[in-house]
């Protein structure tokens, strides 16, 4: 596997077959601290190469468009943490909120 970016940052694997071929792109967007160009270079890149960009959390297929892409950050569980992590916690265990 090939490794661009940190552990705790923006980060990109590519991990390749036996055949040299892609087996899998991964693209991993730090919330806290991302970087609005690698969102915009990753959007780019699925664009120019008719991807389409899948979000793990949710299961969608996004079309590689800013708004898509964008909008299913904003309903992702990691932006509902970073907005406000005691709100999301309690809402996890199923605490009533306070």
Known sequence: MLVWGADS???TDLCLAETGR???LRFRINLPRHSRGFLHR???LAAAEDWLLFASE???LLPPEPPAVLA???RSDAARFV???EKFLREVSGEEPE
Request: glycine share 6%; aromatic share 6%.
């Open 83 to 85: 907005s406000d992590p």
């Open 22 to 24: 892609i087996a899998s």
């Open 72 to 74: 299913a950050i904003e």
């Open 58 to 60: 949710s299961r969608y």
């Open 9 to 11: 940052g923006d980060r």
């Open 42 to 44: 990753l959007i780019a």
